[in-house]
């Protein structure tokens, strides 16, 4: 008999994919120029020019199994020599090739650290923060773990404390957090990062078992007004970083990321070791072979990731003169407005007839509110503007 739970997930399509068939069908009607398509959070520039002559000098050196053979199943060990060597030297921690373990984009290093940290079947839960990356239910869920959300903490989107305390337990096993933080664009500030170390430190010791961070950082290196990250796993020894090339580098077909265990988590030297177990038995072993090596040769660089500042401040601007209550973001290609009213569905939809395709915050666990992706044209951002002006004098001045 086919799998029942998986079934009945076919009817819970996801909000944000069928937005963005919508607009290519729309596109497809009026000119996709004419739609004015905030849905999906696919880089708009190109990868960096070192990486494609990375994959060219490869193909045309390297001999045909060193660069189509199966990896080994936690990563070639020398790109996970020269992650650990990139993120200790920018990060100042002792990291090592043990700790590393590649994976398929974020998504895979999620997924891996998840099931690493929890035991299946015995009430297990994992803490995330509204508002939060829907593909995290699947994640956690299909470990046999609940998720639980704290609410959001909307006048600036970082940590509600008083919930999350209210909300911390003995089963809890592991909280996950994102930051730079998509839908809200925030990036935690270092006091946000310190007070959950704290409390969680606490709660380990109250609790007598280990709570892992899990630290989602797709975003890490977009980030605006010449700022960094504070990077979470400098606050906590028991963090997972779980990091993707899709966005930095653009390549999010690739399939690119890894987990980087911190050198003082409990059980470091093994935990790279069990998520090659996991691996095995979810099918995902060996990850591919040619963008980890392409990658470890363009470690440090990014894409040139400025037009999604310039998008920023273009709509940030725009969306306070038109009235909207929006935090500024800190990072990240998205943009997260209060919706004029309470229905953000309503909201969508009333903005569909102006081909203005946003997607609203119900499935981020924040509703009321709207997510806009601006990892698109400038010009097309500019065009957009006296669009929502008009939209917004028509339906709700
Ligand atoms: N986490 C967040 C917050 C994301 O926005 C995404 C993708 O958009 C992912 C994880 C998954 O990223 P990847 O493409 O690296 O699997």
């Known amino acids: 008999m086919i799998n029942k739970k998986i079934k009945e997930r076919l009817s819970q399509k996801s909000v944000i994919r069928e937005l963005a068939e919508y607009a290519t069908a729309r596109g497809k009607e009026i000119g996709y120029e004419n739609v004015f398509d905030f849905t999906l959070g696919n880089p708009s520039v190109p990868c960096p020019a070192g990486y494609n002559e990375a994959v060219i000098d490869m193909h045309q050196t390297m001999d045909s199994m060193s660069l189509h053979g199966y990896s080994p199943s936690l990563g070639n060990t020398k790109v996970r020599e020269i992650v650990a060597d990139s993120i200790a030297k920018r990060f100042g921690l ?3 090739t043990k700790h590393i373990f590649m994976t398929s984009g ?16 015995e009430g297990d839960e994992i803490i995330t923060f509204a508002p939060f990356f829907p593909e995290y239910m699947p994640y956690v869920n299909d470990a046999g773990v609940t998720l639980k959300v704290v609410p959001a903490r909307t006048e600036d989107f970082q940590i ?9 337990n003995p089963h809890v096993m592991a909280v996950l957090i994102n930051s730079p933080n998509n839908p809200s664009g925030v990036v935690y500030s270092e006091e946000t990062l310190r007070k959950l170390a704290s409390i969680m430190t606490k709660k380990q010791a109250e609790y007598g078992h ?3 961070l899990i630290s989602d950082e797709p975003y890490r290196e977009i980030v605006f007004d010449g700022k960094k990250c504070p990077y979470p796993a400098a606050f906590y020894d028991n963090t997972l970083t779980c990091y993707s090339f ?12 890894y987990i980087a265990v911190h050198p003082n988590a409990k059980d470091a030297d093994v935990l ?9 038995g979810i099918g995902h072993n060996c990850p591919s072979s ?12 990014t894409s040139d990731l400025s037009v999604y500042e310039t998008n920023m401040n273009l709509l940030y601007d725009a969306l306070t003169d038109m009235g909207f209550e929006v935090v500024r973001p800190g990072g990240t ?22 081909d203005l395709i946003f997607v609203p915050a119900d499935n981020f666990g924040c509703p009321g509110y709207f997510r806009m992706a601006y990892c698109i044209d400038t010009e097309k951002v500019k065009r957009a503007i006296p669009v929502m002006q008009k939209f917004m004098e028509e339906c709700y001045k």
């Open 106 to 121: 974020a998504a895979g290093a999620i997924a891996h650290a998840v099931r690493a940290v929890t035991n299946e079947g």
């Open 160 to 168: 509600n404390f008083e919930a999350f305390l209210e909300m911390m």
């Open 94 to 96: 002792p990291y090592e």
């Open 246 to 257: 899709s966005k930095s580098l653009s390549l999010p077909g690739e399939r690119i990321g």
């Open 333 to 354: 290609f998205y943009i997260f407005p209060k919706c004029p009213e309470e229905d953000s569905i309503a909201f969508c939809n009333k903005a569909k007839d102006y």
């Open 210 to 212: 280990e709570i892992f």
């Open 290 to 301: 040619t963008p980890q090596m392409a990658v470890s040769r363009v470690i440090d660089e």
């Open 272 to 280: 790279s070791v069990m998520f090659g177990q996991i691996s095995r």
